[in-house]
């Protein structure tokens, strides 16, 4: 099925009833090609776990409206940074994120409550997933306030949904970042670079200024370069917060051309 169809089909049971499914992405092993699929949470438990290893191309659903825990992806290019120790950035990383939750909400976060999935390319692509799992402040009932059939929490919190986990991710961001000016050329009317020979040499030369983002002093090393060669940019990809996202499941591995039969 479709994923509005996997949608449709899980909007159609009552809450009660959803709180005992989830809806999962699976890339078929012929062809890559995804399904989507509604299904009792221990019955796919079961099954995933009985399943070869090689044969994982399992993804959650993280719905736009459903509450959802924090999660990260972190990745930088290999040959791009030499010398670059991928697994001291992710604990910076996390350490950062504890520090953020102990700040807004109280709450002491260890080692044990990060699940770090490492999907690492080595030489190529250092790739880290993170779900962070929040204990709860109170042992109450973490109220689901869309009614989206999430299932009885009493000891861990959740985000409302993925904008604002985006919310708070952009608070991290922020956090490493400082913000300066640059000068840079003027462009011709064609999108062309102008030179200074150009402008009537009567008139001052026309400045142009941009804003961009710079690694705030302590952070530099959570900033990495990429593949384009331009600046620095910060190893957390902050594009994966969108709507209707899936996250590959601990365990599973992205579809490719060379593990297909």
């Excluded at 989507?36 to 070869?52: D, Q, T």
């Excluded at 959650?60 to 409206?65: F, G, L, N, Q, V």
């Excluded at 080692?111 to 390319?121: G, I, L, N, P, W």
């Excluded at 640059?182 to 400045?207: H, I, K, M, N, R």
């Amino acid at each position: 099925p479709t994923q509005m169809q996997a949608f449709l089909y899980f909007d159609s049971f009552t809450t009660e009833e959803r709180r005992k499914l989830k809806i999962f992405c699976v890339q078929m092993k012929s062809d890559g090609q995804r399904k989507y699929a509604v299904i009792h949470w221990e019955r796919f438990l079961s099954e995933y776990l009985a399943s070869r290893r090689e044969d994982r191309h399992v993804f959650e659903m993280i719905r736009d409206s459903f509450p959802c825990r924090l999660f990260f992806d972190l990745e930088f290019s290999i040959k791009c940074n030499p010398g670059v120790e991928g697994n001291d950035l992710t604990a910076k990383w996390i350490h950062l994120v504890a520090w953020k939750v102990q700040l807004l909400w109280g709450i002491t976060l260890g080692r044990e409550h990060f699940v770090v999935y490492d999907s690492t390319q080595p030489g190529v692509k250092f790739s880290k997933h993170i779900t962070v799992i929040i204990p709860s402040p109170t042992r109450g009932l973490a109220l689901d306030m869309a009614d989206t059939g999430a299932s009885e929490i009493g000891k861990e919190m959740l985000f409302l949904n993925y904008s604002h986990v985006n919310a708070f991710v952009q608070a991290l961001v922020t956090d490493v970042t400082s913000y300066v000016e640059e000068e840079v050329a003027p462009l011709s009317s064609v999108g062309e670079f102008v030179s200074s020979e150009q402008f009537d040499s009567s008139l001052p030369p026309p400045t142009l200024k941009r804003t961009v983002a710079v690694p705030r002093l302590g952070f530099e090393e959570l900033w990495v370069n990429t593949e384009k060669g331009d600046r620095p940019t910060l190893f957390v990809d902050t594009g994966v917060y969108t709507r209707n996202r899936v996250f590959r499941m601990f365990g599973s591995s992205k579809h490719t051309p060379k593990n297909a039969p």
